[in-house]
């Protein structure tokens, strides 16, 4: 009995060192293995599969074996085409720890699902191109315990009903990936996800005009994942909502869709929209709609900026109003066509949604004269050619094109506070010798954003000549003057603020000061606040 135990152990032992080292096992005409699958079969955990060369295999594959890799060999393009199996795909995968990179998955006589997972905490996918199928890449029941242990990253969707599909997952990360198809969604975060990080995508050609369901480019319809950086256009919603909850959308850049840029559906509630851009095309033809609140409430959208639309927010009561919705420091630019309107709204909408420090323009309506506003503006300089506002305007800070734009929503009738902190002024007057200085002040609103629009603050110095003698106390001050620089009008406009050149002649030992007026509220247009000052002895 005892002997059979040592030897049960003995055996184990031997074959967890076996399975330490991972083989490479070789898929091509001139290599070990002919086919995924008898490479599989071959196969033990932490092995790669590796294709060789770059011919069409036609077979599929179920991965019950975890801690695999399945992958091209560089410089090769293997495309796995499935079996003609239409409702299993091409592969599945059912176990953790997969990655697959590099090969083609073609659809073609598959209508189903071009790869599926089940893997319940990690699978990678990247460098991989989908295409022809009613699914792409539809990835279940992923909990991902880090954000590397689930990644989509790098890959390529072409002619899918649904290209990527995200579906009970949380916890990874979709990203850097291109979804060019036109029917169903380019990037769907499916029901019951969260947590999830779509990034830096590129969605576009997406959606069927003519069909009412599962269309655009990225569609959410889970809670509290976080949406940034992706470009969405020509699809029929550059991003959608539907019933999610709790969502941060930030940085996108979404043109050129049919129905809506943005689509907040029917009870997708709670959800952070902030700092995106949204425009269309001087030749676009589609409904042109920024935004729509469909039934949905308690949503933010803030520093906005949407360019050339038909109408730029809607606030819609198909199927019931849309509540407690807030719309602050944005600005909607129009198309000014005939029955363009900058905001609008249905009776039950007028009074219950924040509506403040927006600017609106260039509407043929600008606002639904029932909807009350607090701080709406209606002038602000042209659109440059390419979209950018001039960097006079107070409406917007101007960056490049597809970079997020900052709206600020404030003009000259409104009070802002410009602040200029205290700061050290350094260098000391010598005897008998000349005295200069430089004076860099950095203009920030309440938004952090540097203002030059902002005439330069009243510089005052004051020279303070003390006699040292200790008979003597008296002192007295004398108003120096400020040097006429090269830049004329004795300051710059440098880098970081305005830059001011002081100087004096002929300074005695003694004590300067630099002065500004004190911090507080200043319209815009009057001198900046602050208060510079050091004394030397």
């Not at 590796?50 to 091209?72: C, H, M, P, Q």
């Not at 003057?481 to 970081?496: A, E, F």
């Amino acid at each position: 009995m005892n002997s059979r135990k040592c030897l049960f152990v003995f055996i184990i032992s031997i074959f967890s060192i076996g399975n330490t080292y991972a083989e490479i096992l070789e898929i091509g005409e001139f290599s070990e293995f002919d086919s995924l699958g008898s490479a599989y079969q071959a196969a033990n955990p932490g092995d790669e599969l590796v294709f060789t060369d770059s011919r069409t295999y036609e077979e599929g594959l179920n991965v019950y074996k975890g801690n695999l890799t399945i992958r091209a060999e560089p410089g090769q393009s293997p495309t796995l085409t499935g079996t003609g199996s239409a409702y299993q795909g091409i592969l599945h995968i059912g176990r953790d720890g997969i990655v697959i990179d590099g090969i083609t998955f073609d659809g073609e006589g598959v209508s189903n699902k071009l790869v599926s997972t089940g893997a319940r905490t990690s699978i990678i996918v990247r460098n991989c191109e989908f295409k022809n199928a009613s699914y792409g890449l539809f990835v279940l029941h992923t909990k991902a315990d880090q954000r590397e242990d689930l990644i989509i990253e790098n890959n390529v969707f072409n002619n899918n009903g649904n290209d990527l599909w995200l579906h009970n997952v949380s916890g990874g990360i979709a990203r850097n990936n291109i979804a060019n198809s036109d029917n169903g969604n380019g990037i769907t975060i499916g029901y019951w996800s969260s947590d999830m990080h779509v990034l830096n995508n590129t969605v576009y050609s997406n959606g069927n005009e003519y069909l009412m369901r599962n269309r655009g480019g990225i569609n959410i319809q889970g809670n509290d994942n976080y949406v940034a950086y992706n470009t969405s256009y020509k699809n029929t919603w550059g991003i959608s909502l539907s019933q999610g909850l709790n969502n941060i959308i930030e940085y996108n850049t979404l043109w050129d869709n049919t129905h809506e840029n943005l689509y907040f559906s029917i009870n997708s509630n709670n959800n952070t929209v902030e700092n995106n851009l949204d425009y269309f095309t001087d030749d676009f033809e589609g409904y042109g709609i920024s935004i729509l609140f469909y039934r949905s409430s308690g949503n933010v959208i803030s520093q906005h900026t949407s360019v050339n639309a038909s109408r730029g927010v809607w606030f819609s009561e198909m199927g019931g109003p849309s509540t407690n919705n807030s719309v602050i420091n944005s600005l909607f630019y129009g198309n000014d066509k005939l029955n363009s309107i900058g905001i609008d709204a249905k009776s039950q909408s007028y009074t219950q949604n924040q509506l403040t420090h927006i600017s609106v323009n260039n509407f043929k309506t600008l606002v639904h004269e029932n909807l009350t506003f607090t701080q709406l503006f209606e002038d602000d300089p042209e659109l440059s050619s390419v979209f950018l506002f001039n960097p006079t305007s107070w409406a917007l800070t101007a960056n490049t094109l597809g970079q997020p734009l900052g709206s600020q929503g404030i003009d000259s009738s409104v009070v802002d506070t410009l602040s200029c902190q205290p700061a050290l002024i350094t260098g000391k007057p010598l005897l008998g010798d000349d005295m200069a200085l430089n004076l860099d002040i950095a203009l920030v609103d309440d938004f952090g954003n540097e203002r030059t629009d902002v005439k330069p603050p009243v510089l005052e110095v004051t020279y303070n000549d003390q006699y040292l003698d200790s008979s003597a106390s008296a002192s007295h001050s004398q108003l120096m003057q400020i040097c006429t620089s090269s830049y004329g009008n004795k300051l710059m406009l440098g880098g970081n603020g305005w830059t001011f050149d002081i100087g004096a002649e002929n300074l005695s030992d003694g004590n300067y000061q630099v002065m500004l007026k004190s911090t507080g509220n200043y319209l815009i247009g009057d001198d900046c606040s602050g208060v510079f000052s050091r004394q030397y002895d």
